[in-house]
């Protein structure tokens, strides 16, 4: 039913109608999380093989407040383990693609830098990266790293220094050390990295939403008050 009803994501009267359902601590909840909420920086998956490690990932982005995650799918599964994510897939936007360039024309038509994390080309150490530009940072499969396609379209690359004999990180250590980096740097900078107002507005009516049982009975009876 909410497909058919998308303005209900804009309607403040909507979200007020929510509000008056959830606990006034949830609401409270609800503003402190998306005061810390970006989308100045988003994180891409590129094909990785092992399901917990996209979990994991999505997990890293919701505790450091990135909102959206983006998944390419051009070779594996499509499900999320929701043991591993535990919880956070209702709180983070995933985007999925069937293929990497098709996520790569999406994003930098975003106004996104397409970022490729690497440990083998010339690379920004992630102490001296660059936040001031909107950037989604690319993660590739365990085994391989990122796919040649990427690589190719890639605007610039960033690395995790590292002084020991092993050359990689797992993909979800590796990912979480370079979301907490980037967004406490953020956090720091002059950068205006906060959602809008109407984006805060749009997510706060999403989890209201998905905290309340029996939304589509609920939301068809406040279309029903609208007639």
Known sequence: MIEN???????????????NIISENRKERFL???????????????DLFQLHNTSAVMRSCEVFGIQELHVIEQKFGKTI???????AEKWVDIHRY???????????????QIVATT????????ENFDVTKSSAIFFGTERNG???????????????PMVGFTESLNIS????I?????????????????LTEQQILEKKIDWCRKSIKDIDFITQRYIDDLK
């Not at 810390?36 to 891409?44: C, D, S």
């Not at 383990?81 to 919880?87: F, M, N, P, T, V």
């Not at 440990?119 to 992630?126: I, Q, S």
């Not at 370079?178 to 990295?193: A, F, G, P």
Request: proline residues 1%; aromatic residues 8%.
């Open 119 to 126: 440990p083998h080309v010339e690379a920004y150490d992630l």
């Open 146 to 160: 990122l796919s040649e396609d990427i690589m190719k379209e890639a605007d610039t690359f960033l690395k995790i």
């Open 81 to 87: 383990d929701k043991e591993i994510a535990l919880g």
């Open 173 to 176: 250590v590796s990912a979480a």
């Open 5 to 19: 009803n998308s303005f209900l994501f804009q309607d403040e009267n909507y979200l007020n109608y929510l509000e």
């Open 178 to 194: 370079i979301i907490q980096q980037l967004t406490n740097k953020l956090r720091r900078s002059d950068v205006d990295w906060k």
């Open 98 to 112: 069937n293929t990497n360039i098709n996520c790569v024309e999406t994003l930098r038509n975003q106004g996104y």
């Open 32 to 46: 402190e999380v998306l005061e810390n909420r970006t989308k100045h920086l988003t994180i891409v998956c590129e």
